[in-house]
């Protein structure tokens, strides 16, 4: 293939990074701007020009399903030999096995999980409060940062960890777990990547052969590479520049956000320091999103510290975020489901709508309003409710079928947290499980009881402890109905009340997601949901980095989105037995600066000229509350709450007639939702107009006396004649 073709239709900073004969090359990759494009162009062309051999080419993957999507797009650009790509666990055994045939070595059984081993070690204590999956992540975090047995303990405080169990026995357990698999002759996934390391440094004679075979290595994603994996790959680059490969990273440092399961997020943003001579180029065209989703996407990232540059929307115009509060977490999810079935178009697919919580716990309502609506879901990631493992090994710890479900609700409690407090008698609707989980939702230190808070969970375990809180929650919903309700009936009534209508041949369904794993998806239309303090960020993000990366992970959420983005939280929030009161996520201000900024008629033009923009707006919010950050009283409001229908009636009428009168679109003049916000707040005077987010100083004096005027007429008709 002619080297030149391979650029047609790239941009010019997607045209520098593949033609840059810069090595290493670091490619700094924006959201929705087309990295795996370019990636793929970059392979091609190097091979097309002849300054790299596809059979002497490694490209590094995170998953299998990259790594294939990878080679289809090369071979659709004519790279006919195939290049090696894979992820960095599959290319280590590939070499691993080599290795050990080479020298008459009988290769070792791989381990596939260890949660079977883990069970057999721990003799299934701690029931359903202690899962094996917890204790293999933990294992695994500790092999990914390269950690052994006997350095855990110092290790885990270092990064405040909270591990399953107490860090001596998790070490004890960790080094059990290493014993035992010597004593089997196994490895597991994690031994590959520090095995080849060991191989590759100590038998110089198949480093020197792996490194002639692959010269040219291409890394994807490399903001999520973990120590062990940036280890493996300087064995296979070499040890000086005279025998080190040709190397090319691809990554974003705005999307990392997997440290918590080892990953080193220094190894990208610290590249240019590491490798002195490195070129770095930035793709900072987006072709995602809308310029509204990119002002609020670049609004939460460039608050923070060593954010990146503001990305440019090579989409057009869109709607405004929208913003809204809800009553209750289930009032947000019945909410939600009404504005999906608005937002399915005829002949659009359910599948252009998401919905993204910080966890997976925050799905189940959303598993029930939908299957209570008749909207076909699907759930990514961790999986649908019932599907769940400790889901179902939960429900089959209830007891038998006939069984009386308070007490085995009762025993499941005991289990997950210790003490149990039953009213007496403990009848269905005042079952007052107390399962001690003291989550701190305002961030503050302090449990919602006033109580000292207990330790924090961290990771899986604390995911899987709230789904179990879920469960209680809808066993007390369920005994609510059903006083004496049994086992089977429960297990019938979670079948019904979170059921998906099958989604049609195509997949056709919303997709119920959270923010991790809807990480390199996008939708058209994306609901985030339950931005709350405690959640977003979550509470255990004590230190600066963890709530730094929280923030990375809002990013993330946010640039999913495609054309429409939806922002809510709830005031109230069920947990287990208990109702939380809740505040907005302090980084729902930043939404709305951003929000209100546009409205005005303000675009990022520039980073500086933009984050000035949004410091002046996050300013007079705050001075409209009087000086409070982005929390609310529950009559006050926030963007696009619930508005008087007749009243926005009347001010679209009136928007309708503005616009004819200036010749431009309705839009320009005032947006849907800055009217719906409008129609809401009822301002009566020019003070409280300016405290409608989307309206500033400049639309108030142009059209503030008209606006007025609107929402006098209206509340004078509302009243009726005066006596």
Not at 542 to 564: G, I, M, P, Q
């Amino acid at each position: 293939m002619d080297p030149a073709t391979l650029l047609d239709g790239l941009t010019e900073r997607q045209e520098e990074a593949v033609t840059s004969t810069g090595a290493p090359l670091c490619i700094l990759a924006g959201a929705g701007s087309g990295k795996t494009r370019v990636l793929t162009r970059r392979i091609a062309y190097r091979c097309a020009g002849g300054s790299a051999e596809p059979r002497h080419v490694l490209a590094l993957t995170f998953t299998r399903k990259a790594a294939a999507e990878l080679g289809r797009r090369l071979e659709a650009l004519g790279v006919r030999d195939r290049v090696a790509a894979g992820t960095f666990h599959s290319l280590a055994y590939a070499q691993l096995r080599q290795w050990w045939a080479d020298n008459g070595r009988r290769p070792p059984t791989l381990l596939e999980r260890k949660a079977g081993m883990l069970a057999r070690l721990t003799g299934g204590a701690g029931g359903t409060r202690l899962q094996p999956a917890d204790l293999a992540a933990e294992i695994e975090w500790a092999k990914a940062r390269m950690v052994a047995p006997d350095d855990y303990v110092e290790a885990a405080d270092r990064a405040d960890r909270q591990p399953p169990l107490p860090p001596s026995a998790m070490a004890s357990l960790y080094r059990r777990y290493e014993d035992e698999k010597r004593r089997r002759g196994q490895l597991d996934f994690d031994d590959l990547l520090l095995d080849c390391v060991s191989a590759l440094t100590q038998d110089r004679a198949f480093a020197a052969a792996q490194r002639w075979r692959y010269r040219h290595l291409f890394v994807d994603e490399f903001q999520d590479v973990n120590p062990a994996q940036a280890a493996l790959l300087a064995c296979w680059r070499g040890p000086s520049p005279d025998t080190s490969t040709d190397l090319c990273v691809v990554g974003d440092p705005n999307q990392a956000i997997y440290s918590w399961n080892g990953a080193d997020p220094t190894q990208l943003q610290q590249f240019s320091r590491r490798e002195p001579g490195a070129t770095v180029v930035v793709l900072d065209d987006n072709f995602r999103s809308t310029p509204q989703i990119l002002a609020v996407a670049g609004a939460v990232i460039s608050s923070g510290p060593g954010s990146g540059n503001l990305l440019r929307a090579r989409r057009p115009e869109g709607p405004l975020p929208w913003m809204r509060s809800f009553d209750t977490d289930g009032a947000e999810a019945r909410g939600i489901a009404r504005v999906l079935r608005d937002r399915h178009r005829p002949g659009a697919p359910w599948s252009d709508l998401a919905v993204l919580t910080r966890t997976n716990a925050q799905l189940v309502a959303f598993e029930r309003a939908l299957g209570a609506a008749g909207i076909p879901f699907r759930v990514r990631g961790g999986g649908a409710f019932l599907s769940r493992p400790e889901v179902k090994a939960a429900l089959a710890a209830l007891g038998q079928p006939l069984a009386p479900l308070t007490t085995g609700l009762l025993d499941m409690a005991a289990t997950l947290r210790g003490p149990v407090r039953a009213s007496a008698p403990a009848a269905a609707v005042g079952l007052d499980l107390d399962l001690g989980l003291e989550l701190d939702f305002d961030g503050d230190g302090d449990n919602e009881d006033g109580d000292e808070p207990a330790a924090e969970p961290d990771g899986p375990a604390a995911e899987r402890l709230a789904v179990l809180e879920e469960l209680v929650r809808l066993g007390r919903d369920y005994l609510a109905l059903e006083a004496d309700g049994t086992v089977a009936g429960f297990v019938a009534w979670l079948g019904a009340t979170l059921r998906s209508e099958p989604p049609r041949a195509s997949l056709d369904a919303v997709e119920l997601a959270t923010f991790h794993s809807a990480k390199g998806l996008e939708w058209p239309v994306v609901f985030l949901a339950g931005l709350e303090r405690g959640l977003v960020p979550i509470s255990f993000a004590k230190s600066d980095d963890a709530r730094d990366e929280e923030r990375r992970l809002l990013y993330v959420a946010v640039t999913r989105a495609e054309r429409e983005l939806h922002c809510s939280w709830a005031r109230e929030r069920t947990v287990g037995t208990r109702v939380m009161k809740r505040q907005p996520s302090p980084w729902l201000e930043e939404i709305e600066a951003a929000r209100a900024a546009l409205a005005a008629g303000a675009a990022p033009a520039g980073p500086t000229e933009w984050r000035s923009r949004l410091a002046k707006e996050r300013a007079r919010l705050r001075g409209a509350r009087g000086g409070a950050p982005a929390t609310r009283s529950r009559g006050q409001v926030l963007a696009g709450g619930d508005a008087d229908p007749e009243l926005l009636a009347a001010l679209k009428s009136w928007r309708t007639g503005a616009a004819k009168a200036g010749g431009v679109p309705a839009f320009v003049v005032f947006h849907d939702v800055t009217l719906a916000t409008l129609a809401q707040a009822r301002p009566a005077t020019r003070e409280e107009l300016l405290t409608v987010p989307g309206l500033g100083p400049v639309k108030a004096e142009r059209y503030g006396p008209a606006l007025l005027e609107v929402v006098a007429t209206h509340a004078r008709s509302r009243a009726g004649p005066g006596p």
